[in-house]
């Protein structure tokens, strides 16, 4: 229905897509418009040409994480996490205090002071 790439399949449903590739983000943002209008996910299917459990799948993603971006693809273990203040200004006062400081050295330094819990990671 909305795409235009030449190398998309088509579905049982009629539906188009790129195999291994998140819908595209106009796509997901008209299911998640016709979610917020109250049509249910089987509608929203027959629509757009895709199972349910897709339209599902995306209206999911939005309720949790709060965006229409699919879920990031290649390290799923990996999740962000939102930087708290204190850690910010622990940051800041090393870089001031020594410039050329280092990643490895920062993640270091907040271990050792127990700003963060865990081992440092690998940049």
């Not at 199972?51 to 209206?59: G, L, P, Q, S």
Request: proline share 6%; charged share 25%.
């Amino acid at each position: 229905m909305f795409h235009s790439e030449a190398k998309c399949e088509t579905n049982l449903l009629g539906g188009l897509y790129d195999r291994g590739r998140p819908l595209p983000l106009y796509e997901r943002e008209y299911i998640l418009n016709r979610n917020h209008d109250g049509w249910g996910a089987n509608a929203i299917a027959a629509q757009v040409g895709h199972c349910r459990k897709t339209v599902d799948n995306i209206v999911s993603v939005y309720e949790t994480t709060g965006s229409s971006f699919p879920k990031s693809i290649g390290n799923p273990g990996r999740h962000r996490t939102k930087t708290i203040q204190p850690v910010v200004d622990v940051i800041l006062a090393e870089k001031v205090l020594k410039p050329s400081i280092t990643a490895s050295e920062l993640q270091l330094k907040l271990v050792a002071d127990e700003f963060v819990t865990g081992t440092p990671f690998r940049l």
